[in-house]
């Protein structure tokens, strides 16, 4: 049974109208119906009617000559157009409100066996800080919860805690995800009822639970799980000693791992499943959610088209809402993408993605993410000294982020910091075991500028990311400065199946890339070694 409100035809505002016609534009400009005339029309017509309190026309007769445009001698009774019509825009509207008009305030349906519409307020949304979104775009909802058993000792308790107040510090840090709540239950003997009064009081989309098992020995598990509330499915569960005496360094590591393997934007749990999961749907994504979740497709494809669709998505919800710190923090990542990479697809991008950067810091200057992406764009601009400053602000905030700290690792060594920066890669190659083969791009530069050639190949051959050039590229190079031609030139032709123009663009974009024309020039010399008139 529905808890919204009815709106009360007999005595309607000028407000209720207002917002109802504005409701109905809003529906007839999705996907459902945006190229359904006749549904537009049927739609229109009972619902003006309705709120001009005309309901007694709603019938066959009325609907097919006024609305559709059918001629005066239209029977009903030899005719079921007008039926077949109301069930399809039935279907419909039930589809934009599982979808795109779920957080919507105003509900239109249509009942079976009537053609007069019901119009409701909705007081079942999902979230109440979605009301509309006011043009935000959000990540998934996750609630953070740890039990505990009557029968363990109250240092265990206190390790509980200690842990699941250190993850929720860190994971406020994440503005691609919403920390609804942390919270400590004492019973892990009724931790079923207690998930699920959790999981509908905060609407949580993902769980994260945490326990203390208790061994044999005195010794103590820390198990963490983190599964989808809809589904009820565990997606990802790791567990790791702790004792209430073990050193800081080792707590942090373990803290570290979790918020690594649950919240990473490239190969997160959390992230990678909710954006998947909305993606595959075949209802419309909510506007709120559609420049995350097309961010996903980009990391996932990486290919020029995918840019495109994801920079018009993310486009979108920067114009519903241009202060929207997440969409301003992925349009700059595009821009700083399509400017190393040589898309194409923005003008003038690093123009735009320090704005965009410049925006999310201002609006949300703890944010680690959109300090990350300022120093990115700093970078790019050759302004390394203010990228330097940046990055060292963003790991300020957190150094438990993954991508953060392969990128700043990345970026340090491009810079001429190979000191600093290559502990940084290998940390965060140690945070997750899941973490993108292209991480071994640094790895097989520094070898590659010592002219160990032999060493830089094993890590070329690690780099296995499909749609982008890194591994063939790294690959080419290495078997050319190596003197084995044949692989070269076998590796270059895959790099020009990808990428056609490569031989008259491909230094200028491995300039862009590594910010450096004389680190690009001893690169392309391992690619000219590979040519010859075959290729």
């Not at 076998?490 to 790099?495: N, R």
Request: proline fraction near 4%; hydrophobic fraction near 35%.
């Amino acid at each position: 049974m529905s808890s919204n409100i009815n709106i009360d035809l007999s005595n309607i505002t000028e407000a209720d109208v207002q917002s109802v016609e504005l409701q109905l534009s809003k529906i007839l400009s999705s996907p459902q119906f945006k190229s359904a005339k006749q549904m537009q029309r049927f739609l229109s017509y009972i619902i003006e009617k309705t709120l001009h309190g005309e309901t007694k026309q709603l019938k066959q007769y009325s609907i097919a000559v006024e609305a559709l445009g059918f001629p005066d001698d239209f029977d009903s009774d030899s005719s079921p157009s007008v039926r077949i019509l109301g069930g399809r825009v039935r279907e419909r509207l039930t589809e934009y409100y599982k979808g795109e008009g779920i957080e919507d305030p105003i509900v239109i349906t249509i009942p079976k066996g009537s053609y007069i519409p019901e119009i409701k307020q909705n007081t079942k949304k999902k979230s109440s800080v979605l009301d509309i979104c006011h043009g935000e775009s959000y990540g998934p909802r996750l609630v953070l919860a740890c039990f505990s058993d009557k029968t363990q000792d109250i240092e265990s308790n206190q390790l509980l805690y200690q842990i699941s107040d250190s993850l929720a510090k860190e994971f406020s840090h994440f503005i691609f995800l919403r920390l609804a709540v942390s919270i400590p239950h004492a019973d892990k003997t009724e931790s079923k009822t207690a998930v699920e009064e959790v999981k509908d009081k905060y609407k949580a989309e993902y769980l994260l639970s945490l326990y203390i098992q208790q061994l044999a020995d005195g010794k103590r598990n820390l198990l963490y799980r983190v599964a989808d509330s809809d589904l009820e499915e565990v997606l990802w569960s790791e567990s790791f000693e702790v004792n209430r005496g073990q050193p800081i360094s080792e707590q942090r590591e373990i803290i570290g791992k979790i918020t690594s393997s649950v919240t990473d934007t490239q190969q997160g749990v959390l992230q990678v499943h909710w954006a998947r999961k909305l993606l595959r749907t075949e209802n419309t994504i909510p506007a709120c959610y559609q420049a995350l979740a097309y961010h996903r497709y980009f990391l996932d494809n990486f290919s020029r088209g995918a840019l495109q669709k994801a920079v018009i998505i993310c486009s979108e919800a920067l114009e519903r809402n241009p202060n929207s710190v997440v969409a301003n923090v992925i349009f700059a990542d595009y821009c700083r993408r399509d400017y190393s990479y040589g898309y194409g697809v923005i003008d003038d991008p690093l123009k735009i993605g320090l704005k965009c950067a410049e925006t999310a810091t201002r609006f949300k200057p703890e944010s680690h993410e959109a300090h990350f992406a300022l120093a990115q764009i700093y970078f790019c601009l050759h302004e390394w000294d203010r990228s330097f400053e940046e990055f060292k602000i963003t790991r300020n905030i957190t150094q438990y982020h993954t991508a953060v700290e392969y990128g700043t690792g990345f970026y340090f060594c491009m810079m001429g910091h190979w000191k600093e920066g290559l502990p940084l890669v290998e940390k965060a190659m140690s945070l997750s075991t899941a973490y993108p083969s292209w991480y071994h791009l640094t790895p097989f530069l520094d070898y590659y500028r010592q002219d160990k050639y032999k060493e830089a190949l094993l890590e070329a051959q690690k780099i296995m990311t499909p749609n982008i050039l890194h591994g063939p590229v790294a690959r080419c190079v290495c078997y050319g400065q190596l003197g084995e031609i044949a692989k070269a030139q076998e590796e270059l032709k895959e790099v020009l199946r990808r990428f056609p123009e490569f031989m008259e663009k491909g230094k200028h974009h491995l300039t862009c890339f590594l910010g450096s024309e004389a680190f690009a020039e001893k690169v392309w010399e391992g690619i000219i070694k590979a040519v010859d008139k075959d290729i």
